[in-house]
């Protein structure tokens, strides 16, 4: 599949990142299926999306039509055969766990057309292994977005062993095609390469909370304003999900080990189900969670 071909885009999962995925897509022109398990999911996928276009709207970044037009653009899903059915690309955004992947992986093979290219959305997963579940694996990536999708600029285009180097140019021509700036990550390692330096600093955030050397406060004061970082490493954890962090790093130090070793205060947490501003409540509390707030 050549970029040129590309027309429509599926996108699985309608969570912080899968919307704010769509969102992108729909605003550079594309028809975008938004598919999710459950109505309740897709529906607040996309009402997030429609607070996102107001909000920029609001900010006059985008004209009312603008907003409109790419809300028109977004058809919000249950059925998967409907959501891939007649995909050009399937950006794949469901939760960080290599079996509920590879499950999906299945089911979409079964239904997407064949030229279809598959771009997982994975923050550290193997994309060799996750390719090796469908029968293209030459037509298989990672397309990594950074949250919030419609306000990072970044996108990590990675490599999987059998990747094609025509899937990655499409993948690559693809982000600049959503506004994006994509760097080719040649090789598949455990993280890439953002989160293989990001998680672990939010992982010693914790070390030094729970080992009482620091507050949150304090971390978040020196991370932020003496460092100069938009968001400190406590708001940053709450903002992209305590279990996502929590995932990778599990993942990364069963293939890596070193400084990889989740924090038991992040174990806490993600068992409580405070995840962050996503769940109403991580570090901090939020009012009314869903996921859009800025601490
Ligand atoms: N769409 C539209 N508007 C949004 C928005 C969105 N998705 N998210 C926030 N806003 C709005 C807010 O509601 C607020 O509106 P208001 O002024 O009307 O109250 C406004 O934007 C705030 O905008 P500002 O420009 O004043 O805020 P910032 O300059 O702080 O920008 C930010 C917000 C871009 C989120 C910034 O804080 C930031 O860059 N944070 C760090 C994010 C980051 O590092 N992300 C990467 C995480 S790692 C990752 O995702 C990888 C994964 O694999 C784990």
């Not at 050549?2 to 429509?8: A, C, H, L, M, R």
């Not at 290599?98 to 997407?112: G, S």
């Not at 060799?128 to 990594?144: A, D, I, N, Y």
Request: hydrophobic share 40%.
């Amino acid at each position: 599949m050549d970029f040129e071909d590309i027309d429509t885009v599926a996108v699985l999962g309608a969570g912080n990142m899968g919307h704010g995925i769509t969102e992108v897509a729909a605003l550079a022109g594309y028809d975008v299926r938004m598919r999710d398990i459950e109505d309740e999911f897709v529906q607040d996928g996309y009402d997030s999306i429609e607070w996102s276009l107001d909000k920029l709207a609001e900010k006059d970044q985008i004209t009312e039509e603008e907003a409109e037009a790419a809300l028109d653009r977004v058809t919000p899903l249950v059925d998967l055969e409907e959501a891939v059915g007649d995909a050009d690309v399937v950006v794949e955004a469901v939760p960080e766990k290599m079996e509920i992947k590879k499950d999906v992986y299945t089911d979409v093979e079964e239904h997407a057309p064949d030229e279809a290219i598959f771009a997982t959305n994975t923050s550290s997963l193997s994309i060799t292994e996750l390719s090796e579940v469908t029968e293209r694996p030459e037509q298989f990536c990672g397309m990594h977005f950074f949250n919030p999708p419609v306000r990072m600029q970044l996108v990590e285009v990675i490599s999987g062993a059998h990747t094609s180097d025509e899937t990655l140019d499409a993948v690559e021509e693809l982000a600049e095609a959503f506004g994006k700036t994509p760097v080719r990550v040649r090789k598949d390692s455990p993280g890439f390469i953002v989160n293989r330096i990001a998680v672990p600093q939010m992982n010693e955030a914790a070390w030094l909370v729970s080992e009482d050397e620091a507050t949150i406060a304090e971390v978040d004061a020196t991370t932020k304003h003496d460092m100069g970082l938009p968001m400190g490493a406590f708001e940053l954890s709450d903002y992209v999900g305590l279990d996502v962090s929590f995932d990778v790093l599990e993942y990364v130090n069963g293939e890596l080990g070193r400084a990889y070793e989740p924090c038991p205060l992040l174990r806490e947490k993600v068992e409580a189900e405070e995840f962050g501003t996503k769940s109403g409540k991580g570090f901090y509390d939020y009012d009314g969670g869903e996921g859009v707030q800025i601490p």
